[in-house]
């Protein structure tokens, strides 16, 4: 479909335009208390005048949204025409309304539903030209970010979030900007998500060189893309737990003295599983490393518990068997006996 749209919502037709939040975002540039004609007139809907019409915009992740009201001037109860500008006088403070001024509605909650495209070329120009659209900010923020350590920081918290928020909500906990950062590194530098797919067919350092270029990738999380999404089932990710493990269960002797996980020691223990177990080596890992989580601590008990009552049944069973062997060893003795004295 075009990027423009014309949509309906209820009884309000909407248009579409082709344009990232990373690039445009109506609640910090709308609500950033610079520009004193919109207002929010519901959940991230924003109403105000452009180039003498009165506007509604929203927006989602790829799409900014936009309604224009067709009558720019209204003539009021006094028989004066009225700007477009007069159509949100009395919408705040006291709540009262001029008369002969149109009410704009509260927005409600929900994304407009495309039906057919209708570009209209002068709102879109105008859209341009009042949010500087052609300016890509994302670039700008790359120079600004690379210039001054302080404006990287702060400008985390105020880019594209709503991708982060939704991996929050979906457990990913921390990880979320650090995915939805290598997402958009991928897309941006490397293409799409066929270089991913690239990585399966080049050798493991390689492989895991490249991952470790993405954010909040390092050794461990690399070698879990390369095991389990890449086909390096001999690559062993190792972290403190799988640390613990090999000292533990193997007397591994690697970093011993060193209180952090270092690169070294990581290459060091995974070359170590590496060369016992073979070329499908991190399968076996994973088999240990889930063996040694808690919630499968009840499987261990089990088998443990199984186990010993084999345990149990066996020598029950000896003692038994001994029983009656000793049973029939001792009727074999008082016959032999008998037979003696007659």
């Given at each position: 479909?075009?990027?423009?749209?014309l949509?309906?919502?209820?009884?309000?037709?909407?248009?579409?335009?082709?344009?990232?939040?990373?690039?445009?975002?109506?609640?910090?540039?709308?609500?950033?208390?610079?520009?004193?004609?919109?207002?929010?007139?519901?959940?991230?809907?924003?109403t105000?005048?452009?180039?003498?019409?009165?506007?509604?915009?929203?927006?989602?992740?790829?799409?900014?949204?936009?309604?224009?009201?067709?009558?720019p001037?209204?003539i009021?109860?006094?028989?004066r025409?009225?700007?477009?500008?007069?159509?949100l006088?009395?919408?705040?403070?006291?709540?009262?309304?001029?008369?002969?001024?149109?009410?704009?509605?509260e927005?409600?909650?929900?994304?407009?539903?495309?039906?057919?495209?209708?570009?209209?070329?002068?709102?879109?120009?105008?859209?341009n030209?009042?949010?500087?659209?052609?300016?890509?900010?994302g670039?700008?923020?790359?120079?600004?970010?690379?210039a001054?350590?302080?404006?990287?920081?702060?400008a985390?918290?105020?880019?594209?979030?709503?991708?982060?928020?939704?991996?929050?909500?979906?457990?990913?906990?921390?990880r979320?900007?650090?995915?939805?950062?290598?997402?958009?590194?991928?897309?941006?530098?490397?293409?799409?998500?066929?270089?991913?797919?690239?990585?399966?067919?080049?050798?493991?350092?390689?492989?895991?060189?490249?991952?470790?270029?993405?954010?909040?990738?390092?050794?461990?999380?690399?070698d879990?893309?390369?095991?389990m999404?890449?086909?390096?089932?001999?690559v062993?990710?190792?972290?403190?737990?799988?640390?613990?493990?090999?000292?533990?269960?193997?007397?591994?002797?690697?970093?011993?003295?060193?209180?952090?996980?270092?690169?070294?020691?990581?290459?060091?223990?995974?070359?170590?599983?590496?060369?016992l177990?073979?070329?499908?080596?991190?399968?076996?890992?994973?088999?240990?490393?889930?063996?040694?989580?808690?919630k499968?601590?009840?499987?261990?008990?089990?088998?443990?518990?199984?186990?010993e009552?084999?345990?149990?049944?066996?020598?029950?069973?000896?003692?038994?068997?001994?029983?009656?062997?000793?049973?029939?060893?001792?009727?074999?003795?008082?016959?032999?006996?008998?037979?003696?004295?007659?």
């Open positions: 479909m075009s990027q423009h749209a949509l309906s919502a209820g009884t309000k037709s909407w248009r579409s335009l082709a344009c990232s939040r990373s690039e445009l975002r109506l609640d910090l540039t709308l609500g950033c208390g610079q520009s004193f004609r919109w207002r929010e007139t519901g959940d991230g809907h924003w105000g005048v452009m180039g003498g019409r009165v506007w509604t915009l929203t927006q989602t992740d790829d799409t900014l949204w936009y309604h224009t009201y067709n009558n001037n209204t009021g109860g006094d028989g025409k009225r700007s477009a500008g007069s159509l006088q009395g919408s705040k403070g006291s709540g009262k309304r001029s008369k002969g001024v149109i009410e704009v509605k927005e409600e909650e929900g994304e407009p539903v495309a039906v057919t495209p209708d570009p209209d070329r002068k709102e879109e120009e105008l859209l030209d009042y949010f500087q659209l052609k300016v890509k900010l670039d700008l923020y790359r120079d600004w970010g690379a001054d350590p302080h404006f990287n920081s702060i985390k918290i105020f880019t594209d979030n709503s991708v982060e928020a939704c991996l929050r909500d979906l457990g990913f906990g921390y979320a900007r650090f995915l939805q950062q290598s997402a958009r590194q991928i897309l941006d530098s490397h293409g799409g998500p066929h270089w991913l797919q690239g990585l399966r067919s080049v050798p493991y350092l390689q492989a895991r060189d490249a991952l470790r270029t993405l954010p909040g990738v390092g050794p461990k999380v690399a879990c893309v390369c095991l999404s890449l086909e390096k089932a001999c062993v990710p190792v972290d403190t737990h799988v640390w613990q493990i090999a000292k533990r269960d193997y007397s591994c002797a690697v970093g011993n003295g060193q209180k952090s996980l270092t690169d070294k020691v990581h290459r060091q223990i995974g070359d170590f599983f590496k060369q177990w073979g070329p499908y080596a991190g399968w076996a890992h994973s088999v240990l490393f889930c063996s040694d989580l808690k499968f601590q009840k499987l261990k008990e089990t088998h443990s518990l199984k186990q009552e084999e345990k149990v049944k066996i020598k029950v069973e000896g003692e038994g068997i001994n029983k009656n062997i000793q049973k029939m060893c001792n009727r074999k003795v008082k016959m032999s006996v008998k037979e003696e004295v007659e």
